[in-house]
Structures are given as structure tokens and as C-alpha cells.
């Protein structure tokens, strides 16, 4: 199984998403960003660590969200989900093609990643 971590990121009453890019896997799927914990990493400094990269921000993590298991057949992952927020930078994407702030109402207006919509359930009660 592969862990992977995913963030939460709260702008007033607003949360970010962002859509894989077409060619990445899960391309054009939306999802909560984050990655892949490497090995002897904490899920946290893990979050940190892919925002960073990813994004070219630093984020600060709150607490916990929550945690799903999902088998895409080839793959097995856990997903363990973080609140945050920004602390530092302007997001510059490259995994992703686009990014939007939605209020947590209106997530089931996207198609996301089959192990984030859990997530997406959760938020919008």
C-alpha cells in the first residue's frame, strides 16, 4: 500500500482544488493536492515538503481531516487528509492545470480522483 497525503487548504470560507494535469496520472481528475510519503518522512513534513514542490508554497498544517483506503486495481493507496493553510508564496502549478477556491457546497460540481471523493462527501455535509 502507498501512503499519500493530501491537503485541505482553507481560504475564508473557501477550500483549493486543483486539476491533474492531461498525461500525469489521474490527469484531468481534481483532487486535494499533495503526495506520495517518502520513506522515514512524517505525513506532515510529507504535505509540506509536495506543496512545496509542487505548488512553490509554503503551507502550515492544522490538524487532521481525515484518513480513506482506495484500491485503483494496479495500486493501493491511503490517503490520509490534513486541514491547512497558506502561509507563504503564490501558487505556481506544475503538476496541475488549474486550480479554483470553491466553497465546500459546491465540490460535487467536479470530477475528482476516486480516492478523494470520500473527502469531497465529507466536506459538503
Known amino acids: 500500500m502507498i501512503d499519500v497525503v493530501a491537503a485541505i487548504l482553507k481560504q475564508g470560507d473557501k477550500i483549493l482544488i486543483a486539476r491533474r494535469k492531461e498525461g500525469k496520472s489521474l490527469g ?8 506520495k ?15 512545496k514542490e509542487e505548488m512553490m508554497i509554503d503551507i ?17 493507496i491511503r490517503l490520509i487528509a490534513f486541514w491547512g493553510e497558506i502561509d507563504s508564496g503564490e501558487i505556481v502549478l506544475k503538476d496541475h492545470d488549474c486550480i479554483e477556491w470553491v466553497f465546500p457546497k459546491d465540490l460535487h ?8 471523493v470520500s473527502f469531497v462527501e465529507q466536506l459538503m455535509k
Open 28 to 35: 484531468g481528475y481534481w483532487e486535494f493536492p499533495g503526495g
Open 37 to 51: 510519503i517518502e520513506e522515514g518522512e512524517s505525513p506532515e513534513k510529507s504535505l509540506i515538503r509536495e506543496l
Open 60 to 76: 502550515k498544517v492544522t490538524e487532521p481531516f481525515g484518513e480513506n483506503i482506495h484500491d485503483y486495481g494496479d495500486k493501493k
Open 109 to 116: 460540481q467536479y470530477n475528482f480522483s476516486p480516492a478523494d
